[in-house]
């Protein structure tokens, strides 16, 4: 399994890779439960299990564009995702 | 990594698991919940049934309405459960009764906005006379009625919504039983505000749930959801993501089954979603009592 660079932070230093909105994801990781509903949903696939447990962790945060189908979705509402100017 | 970011894999740091205080302030949403309710809730993961609270939070929070004028009425089952996790009032009444009780509160307090939650065999099956009733009458109650298809807390007997030929721990050969439409019912019975989604249509369920939550007589919300854990298992229907995306492909907007013919829409076994029924002619029940009785028992 490839393992996604760090990041510093939520936002990625890189050059964004396109325009539009943008989101930041923030995942509280005692609510959630691992049913995957968000993993596999995410629209821009930003989102990815963790290597060691059942939790999803931001693996592209760069690539989020505050859809808000996560936070939305989250059985649990572990999910929060606000929107960056 | 900046403090508020948690990472799961990160669980050396006993730190990151511990909730941050301003956890509650970050969202909308969390904003409602109860502060001091042990998290995560009791439901399995990926059960539905914490969308449609994200959903009914949502929708109180755009009416823009305090958390004490809002009651929610719950009776037992995986459903009834849900009042437990947020910050309004609550009454937590025994299996079926919900409805009943609910009218009590709406007669005793006319001003406040009273929410039934339900689920398909609290609402159809042990309280389905409540539910044709309070329908009738008209009274404004919203019911919200969360059709998971089975019994779920109790181990997974059919319910008056299970489909026909699906497999259930009382059912191993089968359901005989053709399932209750529960809009249709309510329709039927006099309900002024019908509507239905899906769990993966959340965004439409805050906006069903929001009207329904503003209309002054009986509105019944349908919230189309699965359990995974017992009906998914039985009938092999994959884990709660698979059952999700079922739900997706397995539904139609209303108006585009309105744009069907008439072969194809009584060929149509998808679930159609939408406002199904609105009418705002009748008059609620508890004015209707206060002009017709409570004056004139005051004037004698």
Not at chain 1, 52 to 74: G, I, M, Q, S, W
Not at chain 2, 21 to 32: A, D, G, P, V, Y
Request: charged share 20%.
């Amino acid at each position: 399994m490839t393992q996604p660079q760090p990041t510093e932070g939520n936002v990625s230093s890189k050059p964004l890779p396109r325009s539009g909105p943008r989101g930041e994801v923030t995942i509280y990781a005692t609510w959630c439960k691992g049913c995957r509903i968000c993993v596999e949903f995410c629209p821009p696939k930003v989102l990815e299990m963790g290597p060691l447990d059942n939790h999803p962790r931001v693996a592209y945060p760069e690539k989020c564009t505050a859809c808000h189908f996560c936070d939305t979705h989250c059985p649990d509402l572990a999910i929060v995702v606000r929107k960056l100017e | 990594m900046t403090d508020h970011i948690l990472e799961a894999h990160d669980l050396e740091n006993h730190e990151a698991l511990i909730p941050p205080s301003n956890w509650f302030e970050r969202s909308e949403t969390l904003q409602k919940l109860r502060k001091n309710k042990k998290f995560p809730t009791i439901w399995c993961a990926g059960c539905g049934l914490g969308v449609v609270m994200g959903a009914l939070i949502r929708a109180i929070d755009h009416l823009g309405l305090k958390n004490d004028d809002v009651a929610l009425v719950a009776g037992i089952g995986c459903t009834a459960r849900m009042p437990v996790y947020m910050d309004f009032n609550t009454l937590h009444t025994t299996h079926g009764r919900a409805l009943a009780f609910a009218t009590g509160l709406k007669i005793a307090r006319p001003g406040m906005k009273v929410i039934a939650i339900m689920g398909d065999g609290d609402a159809l099956a042990i309280g389905g006379n409540h539910f044709i009733h309070a329908a009738r009458r008209n009274i404004g109650i919203t019911a919200l009625v969360v059709n998971n298809s089975i019994y779920g807390m109790t181990g997974g007997q059919y319910s008056p919504t299970t489909p026909l030929g699906k497999v259930a721990t009382t059912a191993p050969y089968g359901n005989v039983e053709p399932p209750f439409p529960i809009c249709e019912l309510a329709m039927a019975a006099g309900a002024t505000y019908v509507a239905r989604s899906t769990v993966y249509h959340a965004l439409e369920l805050d906006k069903f749930l929001t009207e329904a939550i503003a209309q002054d007589g009986f509105s019944v919300v349908e919230a189309v959801s699965y359990c995974h854990t017992t009906y998914g298992r039985l009938n092999r229907l994959g884990t709660a993501a698979d059952m999700m995306r079922a739900l997706k492909d397995n539904s139609i907007a209303k108006s585009a089954y309105d744009k069907l013919s008439p072969d194809e829409q009584h060929a149509n076994t998808k679930i159609v979603r939408g406002v199904l029924h609105q009418n705002n002619t009748r008059m609620e029940y508890t004015r209707m009592y206060e002009q017709q009785i409570l004056t004139r028992v005051q004037s004698v």
